[in-house]
């Protein structure tokens, strides 16, 4: 039986996409991102990402921005370096076939360990990591900064790929 058709399809990132994940990011986090540095970083080496479109009108739901380094034949790592969901789109899957698609691709180019870093108090990313099958490895106690004037500890999260 055939999967049903999800209400967004996935793209790959480009440089034509800078505004948008402008746009994105700050609607996700404190600090966003300028175009400039989303352009900057895409033009590093090994960095790759994706990003969810809703299929009824093309409106950019999400994105994940990863960078991989491969040292030799199945030995590399990479990490995600930013994924955001519109908050109108969440609990819709856009997060997790983002960080599957970036998965694949990580171990298609040889990477054996990803990592990430993500605040303590997010709980929902928290829980999609973990159902994915990363783990903490590490701690940086009031890593984040709170508009509030709080900090938040970041962990950091380690996945064996498949590669």
């Known amino acids: 039986m055939a999967e ?21 990011h700050a609607e996700n ?7 400039q540095s ?6 590093m080496p090994g960095a790759y990402g994706f990003m969810a479109v809703r299929r009824t009108d093309d409106e950019p739901l999400g994105f994940a921005l990863f960078r991989a380094a491969v040292f ?12 955001a969901t519109r908050p ?9 076939a983002l960080m599957a698609q970036g998965l694949q691709l990580a171990a298609e180019l040889g990477v054996q360990t990803m990592f990430l870093e993500v605040a303590a108090d997010n709980v929902s990313a928290l829980g999609l990591y973990q159902a994915m ?9 009031g890593y984040y900064a709170r508009p509030d004037g709080q900090r938040a500890d970041a962990l ?4 064996e790929t498949s590669a």
């Open 133 to 141: 099958g990363f783990a903490q490895s590490g701690q940086r106690k």
């Open 88 to 96: 109108q789109a969440r609990g819709q899957g856009v997060a997790r």
């Open 72 to 83: 030799d034949a199945g030995d590399g790592e990479a990490e995600v370096l930013s994924i």
């Open 4 to 24: 049903p058709l999800r209400p967004f399809y996935l793209v790959g990132l480009g440089l034509t996409h800078v505004e948008v994940l402008a746009a994105l």
């Open 29 to 35: 986090f404190d600090e966003g991102w300028s175009a």
């Open 38 to 43: 989303f352009d900057t970083t895409l033009r």
């Open 156 to 159: 950091v999260m380690r996945l």
